[in-house]
């Protein structure tokens, strides 16, 4: 069992769509939580980071985080056509990052 | 310009041959990392360092080498290219204290 699972997806919804993104891990050690957008060819830039249990929002996304269930999502709200990229969880405990493997999201105009 | 750079972009080598991946920062980071992204596995460490005289072995360093030649340089070695090593591989900096990494372009290796 790998310690993040997040589903590959691809995922594809019209625009205008609320679209949700989820990882689940086994490592109750891990403390920061973060979401990674990766567009094609490019390299992974931080899109949101959380560290406790909760939501943290900002503009049309919404990170959650719940340590109790081991599971973290990301939001999109209004989704657009320049959403469309691959999203990666990520967390950490004292420097051991874990990445899942990306859901790929289109983002149909 | 780009804060974290690597070259080459692109690279196609054959089984056995010796590569250098060179990754380059201006961001004033001491802590620099080294990643491989495979389809369906993700991103996985290979090597970290915190600063030039600290270097630590990530979850797959084998057939891997590193060395920190300044805070802003920090450059991966295949010593014998195999194959299973054809991947997109990403260097990747942090502050000390905290917990984001930015990533740089990647490279593009194939290995035949």
């Known amino acids: 069992q790998k310690e993040v699972e997040q589903d590959p997806g691809p995922l594809s919804v019209p625009e205008g769509a609320i679209v949700s993104l989820n990882c689940t891990y086994s490592?109750?050690?891990?403390?920061?939580f973060m979401w990674y957008r990766q567009y094609s060819r490019k390299g992974p830039e931080l899109l949101m980071y959380?560290?406790?249990?909760g939501n943290k929002e900002d503009g049309r996304f919404t990170a959650q985080v719940d340590k109790s269930s081991k599971y973290i999502s990301l939001f999109i709200r209004d989704s657009q056509p320049s959403d469309s990229a691959t999203y990666l969880c990520?967390?950490?405990?004292?420097?051991?990052?874990?990445f899942g493997a990306g859901t790929r999201l289109t983002v149909k105009p | 310009d780009a804060d974290v750079t690597q070259t080459p972009r692109n690279r196609i080598t054959k089984t056995g041959k010796r590569i250098m991946l060179e990754c380059s920062q201006t961001?004033?980071?001491?802590?620099m990392y080294w990643y491989r992204q495979d389809p369906g596995l993700g991103l996985r460490l290979i090597y970290y360092?915190?600063?030039?005289?600290?270097?630590n072995k990530g979850e797959i360093s084998d057939g891997y080498s590193v060395s920190r030649q300044a805070q802003a340089k920090f450059s991966l070695s295949l010593e014998s290219a195999i194959p299973n090593q054809t991947a997109l591989y990403f260097c990747?900096?942090?502050?000390?204290?905290?917990?984001?990494?930015?990533f740089g372009p990647g490279t593009r290796l194939l290995v035949l």
């Open positions: 990747a900096t942090s502050e000390v204290g905290k917990e984001t990494q930015y």
């Open positions: 490592n109750s050690a891990f403390q920061y």
């Open positions: 959380t560290y406790s249990s």
């Open positions: 990520a967390m950490n405990n004292n420097n051991d990052m874990r």
């Open positions: 961001k004033g980071h001491d802590r």
């Open positions: 360092s915190f600063d030039v005289k600290d270097i």
